[in-house]
């Protein structure tokens, strides 16, 4: 064996040795819940709140690792929207998935401090944070605890580009409406296909958001769980 070639065999053993030690980071999930990415391989994430990338401008509570996690049920329908799209050249990617309560219960501290404006500017620009509980976009309670609601778009597999929604995830406004009248054609083209798929294969839409979709035959309809996403 050359010494080349032994430096590689050297630097595969020690990746084969750390990928169990890796995985055992992560602890295990309750009865019930899945890994989106174990489940779907060629599902992608991009969790917005495990970054400061998001609507608080900062992390949020709870959110200890990008894992993307649902119910058994949602990752199963989820996969035959991912295997439609699969032969188009797209996929889906996943903003979030389980919510913790205690990352629903930072957001409604979040909204109650109007000094706290820190991602107004990219998020939501022509709301009031006063208003945000009466206009719907924050709530005590949300549908992602209880584990089968999941905010997503499409995108190009080659190129990971996201398809143009005429708006981005989050953005709190009428024009993220899923039936808004101001954006263009194209962009309610490509809404109309997420939501098509989504639908057909079990999720129901929210009047507010494109991105967002809930399971209709959800196994924990009344249940919010609090365990971390890590």
């Not at 089968?148 to 929604?165: F, H, K, Q, R, W």
Request: hydrophobic share 40%; charged share 25%.
């Amino acid at each position: 064996m050359t010494p080349r070639a032994k430096t590689c065999w050297l630097a595969m053993l020690v990746l084969a040795l750390m990928l169990p030690i890796a995985a055992a980071d992560s602890p295990p999930l309750p009865d019930g819940f899945v890994d989106l990415q174990e489940f779907i391989p060629s599902l992608r994430l991009e969790l917005r709140y495990c970054s400061d990338n998001n609507f608080t401008g900062r992390p949020v509570a709870g959110y200890l690792k990008p894992r993307g996690i649902a119910t058994r049920e949602a990752a199963a329908a989820l996969k035959k929207v991912q295997d439609e799209l699969l032969p188009l050249g797209l996929g889906i990617k996943v903003f979030d998935a389980y919510r913790p309560q205690r990352a629903v219960d930072s957001f409604v501290r979040w909204a109650e401090n109007r000094e706290d404006t820190l991602a107004k500017a990219r998020y939501y620009p022509d709301v009031a944070k006063r208003d945000l509980f009466r206009e719907g976009y924050i709530a005590d309670r949300s549908s992602h605890s209880r584990g089968s609601t999941v905010d997503l778009t499409i995108i190009e597999l080659s190129s990971g580009a996201e398809l143009d929604m005429g708006s981005p995830f989050d953005f709190f406004g009428p024009i993220s409406w899923p039936e808004s009248t101001l954006v263009f054609p194209t962009q309610r083209a490509n809404r109309l296909l997420l939501r098509t798929l989504m639908v057909k294969h079990g999720f129901n839409p929210y009047a507010q958001e494109w991105w967002h979709f809930t399971l209709a035959s959800e196994p924990y309809p009344a249940t919010y769980f609090d365990f971390s996403v890590e």
